[in-house]
C-alpha cells in the first residue's frame, strides 16, 4: 500500500490520471469477491482511495466476478452490487468489471436465461453500472479481449458484436491488441475493433511503446506495470513522455534517431530521460545514514552506456552485438580480436553488476537483483565456453545437462546465452522438445465412481501405509455422494487421470471418529488425487480453487484434508499452496495427517 501511495505521487509528477486497483493477491478482487472487506481492510483501501484524490488520481476499482459467477442468479448480482456498494462508501467514484482468463462455457442455469455468454456479462454489467449511478468512469474487460481469442476473427466475432450492440455506451471497453503481449498495434486495428465495438477501445497494454496516431483513436492507455515496484520507472516515465509529446502536437527539441517514423516522439529520447531520471534514484540513500561505499568497493556510477535491456520483443543495442560476437565467435577459427572484443563486453557486464550492486538506494537494487544476477551468470557461462573454444581453459564436464531441469533455462538476454552454448541448440528446454499436455476438468457424474476407486487404489498401493483414511473411503467407495458443485474429474488423453471431491458437511463421512471438535472449526472435507503422470500442478491447483469458492458459498468456515505421512507429493502440493496447515487431531491413526484452512 505505501508503494501504491508512492506510485500516485509519480504520477502527479508526471502527469498520468488513472489508477487501476486489480490486484491478484487481494482475494476479495477475484477468488473472494462476494465477501466484503473487513474494518482493517477497508481502512487501507480508504486511505489509498483518499492518497489517490490528493495526488489527482482517478482510482478505479476493479473487480473479477467471473471464476464461478451465475450470472441469472438474483443473489449472486445482488452480492456483487453490495461489494461495489462497499467501495463507494470508501470514496471510489470509479469501477471496471474484469472476465478475463476465465471459462467461456455456461451452467445449465444461464444457458436458460441467456442467448450467449457475452449476453450474459453485458446484462450483469448494464444492471450493476446503472445501479452505481452510470458512473463517469467505468470499464469492462471482455473474456476475448485481444484479437487472438476472436473466433474466427476480430470483424466476424459473434462474442464482440454482442458486446459491441448491447453494452451501455457509457462504458468503456478494454483491449490488448492482437495478442496479450502485443508487438505492435496499428491504426487499422483499432479501427477494425472499433467498428465492432461501437466505440474507441481502451488499450490495456503490456508494452509501453506505441506509435503516437493511435492517440486520437483511443479512450485511453492503461501499462501493466511489474509486480516488483522500482522497475516500474522506466516505463511509466516514458508513457508519460509520450503522453506530453501528442497533447500539444509534440515537443519542439525531440530529436529523431534513423530508426524513427513517428513525427510527435521519439522512444530513444524518451528512454533516455527516463533512465536519467532513475540514475539518481539508484544514488539516493534508503536507509536513514546511507550507505557508504569502501574503499576496495567498485563505486556506483552515472554514464550512460549502450543498453542490455529495452522491450520484451528485441534487446538493446549491446545485447544484440554480443549475441552476434557470440555466434560469429562459434563458427569461425581465426578470431583471436574478436574473442578479446567480446570478453572485454562481459566484463562491462560484471562491472555494471558490481556498481549496480553498491548503489546507495537498496530498495532498487533489491527490486532488480535476480534480473542483473540471471545476466550476469548467463554472460559468464558464454565467456567461459568462449576461452573454453580458445585453449585458455578446460571444457567444464558439467557445462550443460543432456536432459536439464526446466528452471535450468531462464527467458531474456541470459537464456539467449544459454541456447547457444552446447548440447542444445534451438531445442532450449529439451533434447526432444515433449508435446504439450491438454488436461479436461469436467464435473463429476455417477458412472466415474469406477475409475475414481481405480485411482484411489492405485495411489494407495504405491503409498508405504495401508491404513484406510478415515473420512474419505465412503466419499471415494460413493457410500457418500459429493456434494452439489464439489466434484470434478480430471482427464487428459489417455482418460482420468485424477479427481478433486467435496463435502461441505463432513459429518457422515466422520461419524465413526471422535473429530467433532475440529468439524466445528472445519466442517468441510475435500480430497484430491492425481496420477504420477500428471507433472504439471495447475489442473489441481485450480480444481481446488474451484472446490473452495463451492464450499465457501455454501456457508462453511473451513476445510480439511487427510493425508498419509508417506505421501510425500501431496504433502508437498497442499504446503507449497500456502493455505492449508497442519492441525492435530487425536483421534487420526498415526500414519494420516489432517491439514486445514479457513475459509
Known amino acids: 500500500m505505501e508503494q501504491r501511495t508512492e506510485l500516485f505521487k509519480r504520477e502527479q509528477k ?47 476499482y476493479a473487480i473479477s466476478p467471473g471464476l464461478d459467477i451465475t450470472f441469472s442468479n438474483p443473489k449472486e448480482v445482488a452480492a456483487l452490487k453490495r461489494k461495489l456498494d462497499q467501495v463507494r462508501e470508501f470514496g471510489c467514484r470509479s469501477f471496471s468489471l474484469l472476465f478475463d482468463d476465465i471459462e467461456t462455457e455456461m451452467c445449465q442455469a444461464d444457458k436458460q436465461v441467456f442467448s450467449s455468454f457475452a449476453h450474459a456479462q453485458v446484462a450483469v454489467t448494464n444492471e450493476v453500472y446503472q445501479h452505481l449511478g452510470e458512473p463517469e468512469t467505468f470499464l469492462f474487460c471482455p473474456t476475448d479481449y485481444c484479437a487472438a481469442f476472436c473466433t474466427p476473427n476480430v470483424s466476424q466475432s459473434s462474442y464482440l458484436h454482442t458486446v459491441g450492440e448491447k453494452l451501455l455506451p457509457g462504458i468503456d471497453i478494454l483491449w490488448t491488441g492482437p495478442k496479450v503481449v502485443s508487438h505492435k498495434i496499428s491504426a487499422e486495428s483499432i479501427e477494425e475493433v472499433s467498428s465492432v465495438l461501437k466505440r474507441a477501445p481502451v488499450i490495456w497494454d503490456n508494452i509501453h511503446d506505441r506509435p503516437t496516431e493511435l492517440i486520437p483513436k483511443l479512450r485511453g ?13 522506466v516505463a511509466i516515465h516514458t508513457l508519460a513522455t509520450w503522453c506530453k509529446a501528442t497533447a500539444d502536437g509534440g515537443p519542439k527539441d525531440v530529436e529523431m534517431g534513423d530508426e524513427e517514423q513517428d513525427p510527435c516522439y521519439s522512444h ?72 578479446q572484443q567480446f570478453d572485454d563486453m562481459c566484463d562491462a557486464v560484471v562491472q555494471m553488476f558490481n556498481r549496480l550492486s553498491n548503489a546507495p538506494n537498496r530498495s532498487i537494487l533489491y527490486d532488480l537483483y535476480n534480473y542483473i544476477c540471471d545476466i550476469k551468470s548467463g ?84 503409498g508405504e501405509g495401508k491404513v484406510p483414511l478415515v473420512a474419505q473411503p465412503p466419499l471415494i467407495s460413493g457410500e457418500i455422494s459429493p456434494s452439489p458443485q464439489c466434484a ?112
Not at 221 to 233: A, H, R
Not at 272 to 294: I, V
Not at 381 to 392: D, E, F, I, M, S
Request: charged fraction near 25%; proline fraction near 7%.
Open 488 to 599: 470434478l474429474v480430471l482427464e487428459d488423453e489417455l482418460g482420468m487421470c485424477g479427481y478433486a471431491l467435496a463435502l461441505t458437511d463432513a459429518k457422515p463421512a466422520a461419524a465413526k471418529i471422535q473429530v467433532i471438535k475440529m468439524l466445528e472449526e472445519f466442517p468441510s472435507l475435500i480430497t484430491i488425487q492425481m496420477l504420477p503422470r500428471v507433472t504439471d500442478p495447475s489442473p489441481a491447483k485450480r480444481m481446488i480453487g474451484q472446490l473452495l469458492s463451492s464450499i465457501r458459498s455454501s456457508g462453511s468456515r473451513g476445510a480439511f484434508c487427510e493425508l498419509r505421512h508417506s505421501d510425500r507429493r501431496m504433502l508437498d502440493f497442499y504446503t507449497k499452496l500456502g493455505s492449508f496447515k497442519p492441525i492435530e487431531v487425536a483421534s487420526l491413526p498415526r500414519d494420516v495427517i489432517a491439514m486445514a484452512t479457513s475459509l
Open 221 to 233: 492507455v492503461l501499462t501493466n506495470p511489474n509486480c516488483e515496484f522500482y522497475p516500474n520507472f
Open 268 to 339: 530513444q529520447k524518451a528512454l533516455t530521460l527516463a533512465l536519467t531520471d532513475w540514475l539518481q534514484e539508484f544514488l539516493s540513500t534508503d536507509q536513514p545514514g546511507g550507505r557508504k561505499e569502501s574503499s576496495d568497493e567498485e563505486p556506483m556510477q552515472t554514464d550512460m552506456g549502450e543498453n542490455l535491456f529495452y522491450l520484451p520483443y528485441e534487446h538493446g543495442p549491446t545485447a544484440r552485438t554480443m549475441l552476434q560476437q557470440l555466434d560469429w565467435l562459434k563458427n569461425n577459427t581465426e578470431w583471436c580480436s574478436r574473442a
Open 14 to 60: 508526471w502527469g498520468l490520471n488513472t489508477y487501476l486497483y486489480a490486484p491478484k493477491d487481494d482475494y476479495k478482487h477475484r477468488m473472494y469477491w462476494r465477501d466484503l472487506y473487513s474494518a482493517e481492510e477497508a481502512k487501507q483501501l480508504m486511505a489509498l482511495i483518499t492518497a489517490a484524490k490528493q495526488h489527482d488520481v482517478e482510482f478505479i
Open 379 to 462: 554472460v559468464g557461462l558464454a565467456r567461459a565456453y568462449v576461452k573454453t573454444l580458445g585453449g585458455q581453459g578446460r571444457p567444464s564436464a558439467q557445462l550443460m545437462n543432456d536432459d536439464p531441469e526446466p528452471w535450468g533455462f531462464r527467458g531474456g538476454l541470459s537464456g539467449e546465452f544459454q541456447r547457444m552454448l552446447p548440447g542444445h541448440g534451438n531445442r532450449d528446454l529439451f533434447r526432444h522438445p515433449p508435446t504439450t499436455a491438454v488436461y479436461c476438468i469436467r464435473p463429476y457424474c455417477p458412472d466415474d465412481k469406477m475409475e475414481v476407486q481405480r485411482i484411489f487404489r492405485e495411489m494407495q498401493s504405491a
